[in-house]
């Protein structure tokens, strides 16, 4: 039986609450099931707000309105990350600094934030790499230090805590992702958090295809209109019903993933002592929400290598991103300055399977196919 690399876990429920939203009849955003996910997600995290978007893309284009992102500003991000997280500032006439990453988690350095700051600085963009927080604290300060604005990309790290926070809730902002390869998922979908009071009212609004529709429905206002330049970021109810049937079983998806995540760790430590790969890390400030597992070989070679001998036991593994410094669209862009961790993390870093229905059986299997590539 071949090992796909990821597998969407539905949990049953998703087609009971589908129904309920055609029996109800409305099917457009901002609903019942829209609320409750609203309110499960508030309660459960202690975000102050919380709006649910049609993607994490979505989610990080709304946080560049807010931010009144103009051509000429600049935002620090990490080059090892997925298009999403710079692109919605690019829109906006942003200029990307990149910054390069730590080679023990994959996040943004946050030691080598401070000397790409300039006048034109608007915002700093955190990534959770595989759900593992970077180290907020020294970010947060940063930006205090110089007035920035800072956006978690939140979209692998739901359920996951920096210091007992959870993550997204640190950021000015925050923004998740809940499409079929993240842990908690609704097919495409998203989340925007918003932790500072001031951009509460016009996050709505951005949302609202820049009317003032919510406040309207809540009686706020006596009228709607056209209030705001904005678009339209909230999802159906029918996404909302898929997304509720499993943020009810966060807990158990949650608990089998970092299962899974041990036992990798476990077998594959062998090999790490031993020189071959190295493991994830987690640092004390961070929790492991097991979003992936991955390991960073020693050279390219030897993952292309890897990758087909895998591929020939039918287990799919996976390497990740591309540096968006040396990207077809932005590498000409690109201030020319080397980012050599995002570079090893981009030709060295491979992903194992990781889903809700994989077995132990299938883990130690993966394990094993990776021990005997080794042993040769
Ligand atoms: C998945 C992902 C996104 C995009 O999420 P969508 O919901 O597909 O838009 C953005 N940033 C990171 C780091 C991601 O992993």
Redesign the pocket.
Known sequence: MPIPFNKPYITGKEIDYISDVFRAGKLSGDGEFTKRCHQLITEKYGFRKVLLTT????A?EACAILLNIQPGDEVIAPSY??V??VNAFVLRGAKIIFADSEASTGNIDATKIETLITPRTKAIVP?HYAGVACDMDAIMRIAEKHNLFVVE?A??AIDSYYKGKPLGSIGHLAAF???D??NIISG???MLVVNDPQFEKRAEIIREKGTNRSAFFRGEVDKYGWVDAGSSFLPSEITAAVLLAQLEKTDVIQNKRKQLWELYYERLKPLAEKGFLQLPQIPDYATNNAHMFYIVLNDLDTRTKLITHLKSAEIHAVFHYISLHKSAYYEKKHDGRELPVADKLTNTLLRLPMYYELTTEQTELVCKSISGFFAK
């Open positions: 993607s994490c893309t979505d990080l990350t997925f999403s997280t990534v990309d979209a692998q992702s809940f499409h390869t993240k495409e979908g998203g």
